[in-house]
């Protein structure tokens, strides 16, 4: 194979692992392309192909997260990694573990993390490198990101739910939850919930927030169950999909743009938790964008004429 064939064979792979380091598409996209660059760019044959391009894309990925912790810490409102649709790369013997980092609440634990931890985790108990693969990527001795591997298994440890429903059980949970969404159906979305659910939005400011963070089964179904009906009134379609590995849905008005994007945390035959992206920037890489103040305006003349 020339450069160009070893890089696309390989470009999955980097992708996957810059998306959990970054939890950015857009970020992860821009990391693997400047990997290709600098590997284009280089005059020597690595010895390793899969050893530089993932150095190299490690390397790059944890000086943009240097530099987004501080974009982050201004963000406007909860900030949520951008969501991922499908994961371009697939390894049988890791199934479990890449499923399990990708989920929403495992990135949100990651952000714990700091970048070179996050980094060691990812590539070692993520991917499953050797430490002599993840010391040159992140910098460091084996020593040093072995003891960076327990600092960061410790704080991952500390908050993470496991996601024990099989795969059949949570598309089954998710396609009631989104019926009686549609049907603004209360006491059916309360059955689905679990006591101490969260409804939380990312909006960055940029859109119409749904709610602050609410919390507790009757609230987030009494708000979701008075909500949602009216945007299915004014033409907004749901379309279930995977999110992030977990059950969820795109939103899209009535000519097809994204609205939003909604994913739920299923554990113990409930919804521990429905979290809602509508910040255009972070969606917009599903599709065209729909205009989400326009359709504001237009679910409150609808209710103005209702009433």
């Not at 992860?28 to 290709?36: I, M």
């Not at 949970?173 to 989104?178: D, Q, S």
């Not at 549609?182 to 749904?210: E, F, I, N």
């Not at 059950?247 to 009535?254: E, I, L, Q």
């Amino acid at each position: 194979m020339d450069k160009a064939e070893e890089f696309e064979e390989l470009r999955p792979l980097l992708f996957s692992l810059a998306y959990r380091i970054l939890g950015s598409v857009g970020d992860a996209e821009d990391a693997v392309q400047e990997t290709w660059l600098r590997f284009d760019g280089s005059t020597t044959l690595p010895r390793s192909t899969k050893a530089f391009l993932s150095t190299t894309v490690t390397r790059i990925a944890i000086d943009v997260l240097r530099s987004a912790r501080v974009r982050r810490e201004e963000y406007v409102g909860p900030w949520f990694p951008e969501p991922l649709l499908n994961d371009p790369y697939d390894d049988p013997a890791r199934a479990v573990e890449l499923a399990d980092s990708l989920s929403m609440a495992a990135l949100l634990l990651l952000e714990r993390l700091s970048p070179l931890e996050r980094a060691v985790f990812v590539l070692r108990d993520v991917f499953g490198f050797g430490f002599d693969e993840v010391a040159p990527a992140v910098g460091r001795s084996e020593a040093a990101c072995r003891q960076l591997l327990v600092r960061a298994r410790r704080h991952m440890a500390e908050g993470r739910p496991r996601f024990a429903a099989d795969r059949q059980e949570r598309q089954e949970l998710a396609a009631r939850f989104f019926g009686a969404l549609k049907d603004g159906d209360v006491h059916g979305l309360q059955d689905l919930l679990a006591a101490d659910v969260r409804l939380v939005g990312d909006s960055g400011g940029k859109t119409p927030q749904l709610a602050r963070t609410v919390t507790g089964a009757e609230k987030v179904a009494r708000l979701l169950g008075s909500a949602f009906p009216r945007l299915f009134r004014i033409d907004v379609s749901c379309e279930p999909r995977d999110v992030n590995g977990q059950p969820g849905a795109v939103f899209r008005d009535r000519d097809g743009k994204v609205l939003h994007i909604m994913v739920l945390d299923v554990l113990d035959g409930r919804v521990q938790a429905v979290r809602a992206v509508t910040n255009p920037d972070k969606i917009d890489h599903i599709g065209p964008v729909a205009d989400a103040w326009a359709i504001d305006r237009e679910m409150k003349r609808a209710r103005k004429r209702a009433n």
